[in-house]
């Protein structure tokens, strides 16, 4: 008997061993639809009631928008910007120390209206350069959007009504790819309504939504002032600073219907690095807020940080290593399951990903998106991916790899005009 022959019944056992954690928090994810269903209920309730909301305040509105190497889209974000239909508002927008011309355009687009501030710093990172313009906001409420954004008419309002009660402290809006010109920014529109919509409506409802998206997010100014501004020293602050609004016991919501669209990765680099980068900026948080992690003095804030442990960081090693034993075991001839049983379990998940894709995108409006279906079968693949870039992530945490504000070079590809997404919620 060979060596390999041998490693067989451990191939097997291993298979089991860390199988079925994945398939019991896979199960567990289902949730997502029925606490979904729900908040699109309670939403419409509110609607239909004409609950009140911050909007009826009319506050005025600071939009900061920082930017790094944007000439190819920085125009697009202000033009659209300047369409909204609120009329309380500024927009400070913020060069980081770009090496291209993209602090002569926003020069140039803040001299068209008075309403438009340019400020400039030497090349700090992007959350030295929100800092700035916070520094200079006057806004009651700061909104932070990413320089390849396009708010449709109606964003800033839609931003302003998810403050539903005083204890609301920060708003998520829904940033959707804008740039449809290429399989993968396809696809990643395809799975954007399940893995953004879908899982912030759930977790808006069961108060555990951990991130304020740097794409588009506003927050209170005065919780702002009481538990600071954004930290410069990670690649994660959108989501760290999230995390420090949970622990003030404010509220983080998602408004849907908030929408802007901006660029995806349109290269299997460019993805890797965006991911990466994601990764690293959770577990950059995590290691800043380990206190929070399983805490129950954070009441189910604190349990759901380590629900988000397991399933983020864990799981997807977890589901790398089953792959990689699986592949071993088919090598030698070994299917574990037998194959009827593989192809049933691949068939119901890619059943299972359907049915919640179709009852995401019925709660998004976006029906045009149906047509993207065919990326379905992709699906899994990304997952795969997406447990590697976590690997890479903490291989490069562990080293101690700096970390910087690495994002795609932007292409100005528009596949949305701001007046057909005003035209989706």
Same mark, same amino acid.
């Given at each position: +008997?060979?060596? #390999? ?42 609607? /239909? ?9 009319? *506050? ?5 928008? *920082? ?20 009329? /309380? ?16 355009? +926003? ?8 309403? #438009? ?9 992007? &959350? ?25 008419? /109606? ?13 609301? &402290? ?16 396809? +696809? ?9 919509? +879908? ?100 009441? /189910? ?79 899994? #693949?990304?997952?795969? #991916?997406? &447990? ?38």
């Amino acid at each position: +008997m060979s060596w #390999f022959d041998s490693a067989v019944p451990g191939a097997q056992l291993v298979l089991m061993v860390l199988g079925l954690p994945i398939l019991i928090f896979g199960l567990i994810k289902l949730l997502v639809l029925p606490l979904a269903l729900w908040f699109e209920a309670r939403a419409w309730k509110g609607r /239909r009631t004409q609950a009140p909301t911050l909007l009826g305040e009319r *506050p005025f509105v600071s939009i900061i928008v *920082p930017g790094y190497n944007e000439s190819a889209v920085i125009a697009n974000c202000v033009e659209a910007i300047a369409l909204t239909r609120y009329d /309380r508002y500024e927009v400070l927008l913020i060069d980081d120390g770009s090496t291209d011309d993209t602090a002569a355009l +926003m020069a140039g687009l803040a001299r068209r209206d008075p309403r #438009f501030h340019f400020y400039s710093q030497t090349n700090a990172g992007k &959350g030295a350069a929100l800092n700035l313009g916070i520094r200079h906001a006057s806004g009651d409420v700061l909104m932070f959007v990413d320089a390849d954004g396009i708010f449709s008419d /109606r964003t800033v309002e839609q931003m302003l009504e998810g403050f539903r009660d005083e204890r609301t &402290g920060a708003v998520c809006g829904d940033d959707r790819p804008v740039n449809l010109n290429r399989v993968q920014t396809r +696809m990643l529109a395809f799975i954007s309504h399940v893995g953004t919509g +879908m899982v912030r409506r759930a977790l808006t409802l069961i108060g555990c939504l951990p991130i304020v998206s740097g794409n588009i997010g506003a927050f209170r100014a005065s919780v702002m002032a009481e538990i600071g501004v954004f930290r410069e020293d990670t690649v994660g602050e959108d989501l760290e600073l999230t995390w420090r609004v949970q622990k003030a016991r404010y509220k983080v919501a998602f408004a849907p219907r908030a929408l802007v669209y901006a660029e995806s990765p349109s290269t299997i680099g460019g993805l890797w690095r965006q991911r990466t980068r994601w990764a690293r900026g959770l577990l950059q948080t995590m290691r800043i807020h380990k206190g929070m992690i399983g805490n129950p003095r954070y009441g /189910r804030f604190g349990f759901y940080l380590l629900f988000n442990t397991l399933t983020m960081v864990i799981l997807p090693v977890l589901q790398v290593a089953v792959l990689l034993d699986l592949a071993f075991l088919l090598a030698m001839g070994r299917t574990p399951f037998g194959q009827d049983a593989l192809a049933v379990l691949g068939w119901f998940g890619l059943g299972v990903t359907l049915v919640l894709s179709v009852f995401a995108i019925a709660m998004n409006r976006a029906w045009r998106d149906l047509c993207h279906v065919w990326a379905l079968p992709l699906i899994p #693949f990304y997952s795969v #991916f997406a &447990g590697f870039t976590m690997i890479a992530a903490l291989l490069q945490e562990a080293k101690g790899s700096e970390a910087k504000w690495n994002k795609g070079t932007r292409s100005g590809v528009v596949s949305v005009t701001a007046a057909r997404a005003d035209a989706l919620p």
